[in-house]
């Protein structure tokens, strides 16, 4: 009943989405025809960011499926449940470091933990984790800005980050993605 | 990238020498979780492509070059709260840009919440973990940004 309910919404908001797409194509399309500056930029970064990120989604997508399929509950539950205590945040961030696929990907990613039994503040500070310590980017900024730099970056943000979760977590509630139906990814 | 397509490539591998069944499913299910972003994923890169026209590198640079510490940063914060730049060019335009004198405080302003905070994203983590979530989350994360740029002006003796 439920599931039928929220096939109908998905229908209803996905509509719009593509109509606007379709305009915005079309926009792009006769600027090019016409020559029209403004439009081809735009036109050009779109293509730009486009390829950009969509080279990096076959093998994203493919391990998180991979890793919903694989990984069964007691694991997740065992690394990053409730009972995981101060480790599971240590994990989450380990797990954080290593992520390769840009923050799109890490949503379902983060949305899987859950689903999984993951702790909602760890799963938070999976995802603010992935946002600033990844180690091929944090080598990468080390590179132009200095290696002292990215460590005040991490030392200052990770405790931040995980204080702020814990925070978060009590605000909306530990039940909070169970209760708005958002543990549904298929 | 490399990498990436090296790992899916075990993970494929490993999978389907255990269990041909369990691999087709998670390959059916990463092809699922990637059509029903992809409206959304579209949406987000045709704002950040007209984002992008107006707020071009070189007007970001002149916006983040002033020499008032306290406006620049909240200039940075915001520029990266609603901009998704990928790090091939944040970080040259970073360099370029300490090189110009832009002061640390003001960097550490912008990469932080660039990386931190997502308003062009948004329509897509609300998917995933509903309106409020999002909200907070991301008011949470500008705020550590906020707080990230001011330890780093501190450390720096950029901040009198």
Redesign the interface.
């Known amino acids: 009943m439920i599931k039928g309910n929220e096939h109908h919404t998905k229908k209803q908001s996905a509509k719009p989405m593509v109509v606007l797409l379709s305009f915005y194509a079309g926009y792009l399309v006769i600027s090019k025809i016409m020559a029209f500056e403004p439009g081809i930029k735009m036109g050009d970064h779109l293509i730009f960011f486009a390829i950009d990120m969509f080279k990096l989604f076959p093998p994203a997508f493919v391990l998180v499926g991979l890793f919903m399929i694989w990984v069964n509950k007691e694991t997740v539950e065992k690394f990053f449940g409730e009972a995981s205590g101060i480790m599971g945040y240590v994990a989450a961030i380990a797990l954080a470091c290593t992520t390769l696929y840009p923050f799109v990907v890490v949503l379902p990613m983060g949305a899987a933990l859950s689903k999984k039994g993951a702790r909602l503040s760890i799963v938070l500070t999976y995802l603010g984790a992935t946002a600033i310590c990844r180690i091929p980017m944090t080598i990468f900024e080390a590179s132009y800005l200095g290696i002292k730099f990215s460590m005040i970056r991490y030392a200052v943000s990770l405790p931040l980050i995980i204080l702020s979760s814990v925070i978060i977590e009590k605000i909306v509630g530990k039940d909070y993605m169970a209760t708005n139906h958002l543990l549904d990814l298929e | 990238?490399t990498?990436?397509?090296a790992?899916?490539?075990i993970?494929?591998l490993t999978?389907s020498v255990a269990n041909k069944q369990?691999?087709v499913?998670?390959?059916?299910?990463?092809?699922?979780?990637?059509i029903k972003?992809l409206?959304?994923?579209?949406?987000?890169?045709?704002m950040?492509?007209?984002i992008?026209?107006f707020f071009p590198d070189d007007v970001i640079a002149k916006y983040l070059g002033t020499n008032d510490l306290l406006l620049g940063a909240l200039f940075a914060s915001l520029i990266g709260a609603i901009s998704l730049l990928?790090?091939?060019i944040t970080?040259?335009l970073?360099?370029l840009l300490?090189e110009q004198g832009v002061s640390?405080t003001v960097?550490?302003a912008f990469?932080?919440s660039l990386?931190?905070v997502?308003i062009v994203?948004y329509p897509?983590?609300k998917?995933?973990?509903?309106a409020?979530?999002t909200i907070?989350?991301n008011l949470?994360?500008y705020?550590?940004a906020l707080?990230?740029s001011a330890?780093?002006g501190i450390?720096y003796m950029e901040v009198q």
Do not use: D, N, Q
Not at chain 2, 39 to 46: A, D, E, F, R, V
Not at chain 2, 127 to 130: A, E, Q, V, W
């Open positions: 990238m990498y990436l397509y790992l899916a490539s993970g494929i999978s369990k691999t499913k998670a390959l059916k299910m990463a092809w699922g979780l990637f972003m409206p959304m994923l579209l949406i987000t890169l045709s950040v492509s007209i992008l026209y990928p790090g091939f970080f040259p970073c360099g300490r640390y960097l550490g990469t932080t990386m931190m997502g994203t897509i983590e998917k995933y973990f509903g409020k979530l907070i989350r949470a994360a705020t550590i707080m990230v330890i780093i450390i």
